[in-house]
């Protein structure tokens, strides 16, 4: 199988002219075996998703002043975290596999209606985003978990989820949350913020994730270390005001997970050389004025 390589090529375009114009000018005045997706050229299809710079967008909706204002040669790949076919087509297999995964359809209790499943426009103003997904994977190619694990569902599937999840017709919430809450699910998300960043639609797939586990937590679902990360982190900052990371690893994953513990020794030794985790242990005190961090977060309990 041939390796990839870059080729660059010179082309005189206007600069209010999209990523996507110069592409296919490529294609018909200069490399007819260009080969990439394309199909609306408004931000409405998503076919046109591929890394500009180092980011995934939608070509067609990236202009040439916003990327080389000067004229300065700009890189487009393919999209990460899935095969390539060839030039700037990627294999959307694993994307669409990871899709059906979270059962994106809605699931009712009880016979069908006569007519549709009817829902009022308050009860549903708060999809308006989610919905606007365009699935076009430019979220997918971005996650920084998915870099490193594939196992993971990824943040489109999650923000498709939340979709269902938050629908006041849908009677599976339970069994969803359940099932987000196993590895590779919604506690798998390091919370990066690049979903957040190059979503063309402003969708907030990790706000989803986040509204899913605040979700979870209030259904009650089974305890994970995801989970009693969140809580545990919590209440360190409540009472001392500063993270204590040593006590944060002991209370997440337990006294008795011992295999778990010890398989983090040598990045605690690596982090306390660097100074990032203080030697006091157990001794980590309140810092100075505690009581202000406790009044905002009884505040806050009051408000919600």
Not at 262 to 273: E, H, K, W, Y
Request: glycine residues 8%.
């Amino acid at each position: 199988r041939p390796s990839s390589y870059f080729q660059e090529y010179d082309l005189e375009i206007d600069p209010s002219d999209s990523v996507l114009d110069g592409l296919i000018k490529i294609r018909e005045t200069v490399d007819d075996s260009l080969t990439l997706r394309c199909s609306c050229r408004g931000a409405i299809c998503g076919s046109c998703g591929m890394r500009i710079n180092g980011h995934a967008t939608l070509a067609c909706k990236t202009k040439f002043i916003s990327v080389a204002s000067e004229g300065e040669t700009i890189q487009v790949e393919p999209m990460k975290n899935m095969p390539v076919i060839k030039d700037l087509v990627t294999d959307m297999a694993p994307f669409w596999s990871k899709i059906r995964q979270i059962q994106p359809w809605l699931q009712p209790q009880g016979l069908p209606p006569t007519a549709e499943y009817t829902a009022s426009p308050e009860s549903m103003s708060h999809l308006s985003g989610v919905m606007g997904c365009i699935m076009c994977g430019v979220c997918v190619s971005d996650c920084t978990v998915l870099d490193v694990d594939q196992t993971f569902v990824g943040p489109a599937a999650l923000a498709k989820a939340y979709r269902f999840v938050a629908d006041p017709r849908d009677a599976a919430t339970s069994q969803r949350l359940h099932s987000l809450n196993q590895p590779g699910g919604m506690w798998d998300c390091t919370r990066c913020m690049e979903c957040i960043q190059v979503c063309p639609k402003g969708v907030g797939p990790m706000d989803r994730i986040m509204a899913l586990r605040a979700k979870g937590m209030a259904e009650k679902v089974p305890s994970t270390c995801g989970s009693r990360h969140a809580e545990v982190f919590t209440d360190i900052i409540k009472h001392k005001g500063i993270l204590d990371e040593p006590m944060l690893a002991i209370r997440t994953f337990g006294l008795k997970n011992i295999g778990r513990l010890l398989g983090m020794v040598p990045m605690v030794i690596q982090s306390a050389l660097k100074g990032k985790v203080p030697l006091s242990g157990p001794l980590h005190r309140p810092i100075p004025g505690i009581q202000h961090i406790q009044r905002l977060f009884k505040q806050v309990r009051i408000k919600r």
